[in-house]
């Protein structure tokens, strides 16, 4: 696969072709216009702004205290946990 | 009660601070490199610029108080990095403003895309840095405010 490249390189250059010509027509590379990369770039951080604030609220909703409201931690013992049950 | 309205003004009166600073540095600067670059150095051009960074920094000062008065008044108990909250939302920030500015700067001073782009980053990793210390400041005090 290397000794390939390297020999596609190789006719490339002789055949007096930039470096960067050769890649083009290697990969065959069709430029994606700039404007439509940034349009979607601001797309998917605009998706990613509110995927990401969501995520943050929902877990701070999930992550509310285990005891009820107005519990001592030193009032509460294993049986707590069995009733839970 | 009295500290914590009033550590709420000094927040809101920081993120003001942030928002007159940040627009003035940004249209500065904007200015100044347009005419560097020799390019159309006009006021309310280099202002439309810097709009969608006020936008921005407007929306994220209102998530952030919003988040730390949640945090610290529902959920006390709770120890959640609020820093990382502020940093994530930062960062995107950034890229969506990059974008807007760029599209703003390729419209406003007709110039390419490429150009542009450059253009506008310059300006804003000083306006996000100075955005990253008022946004400390402004969470220390927010802390402060739901805490009291």
Known sequence: ?85 | MIFQSAFYSIALIISIIEIITGSIIGTIITKWLASKKKWDSLFKVAFLVNLPWILLSLILSILETFYISIIYMDFPLITINIFMIVIVNLLIAFVINTILSTLLVHRLYRKELNNSLFFVTLILIILYILMFIFAFIRSYFLVLAAIS
Do not use: C, H, R
Request: glycine share 8%; aromatic share 16%; no cysteine.
């Open chain 1, 1 to 85: 696969m290397f000794n390939d490249l390297l020999q596609f390189y190789k006719i490339g250059k002789d055949l007096g072709l930039t470096k960067k010509e050769i890649n083009q027509i290697f990969f065959f590379q069709k430029k994606i216009p700039l404007s439509i990369g940034l349009l979607v770039i601001l797309i998917v951080s605009i998706l990613t702004f509110f995927l990401w604030n969501i995520i943050v609220l929902i877990y701070i909703q999930n992550s509310g205290t285990v005891y009820a409201e107005g519990t001592f931690y030193g009032s509460v013992s294993i049986n707590d946990f069995k009733k839970k049950k």
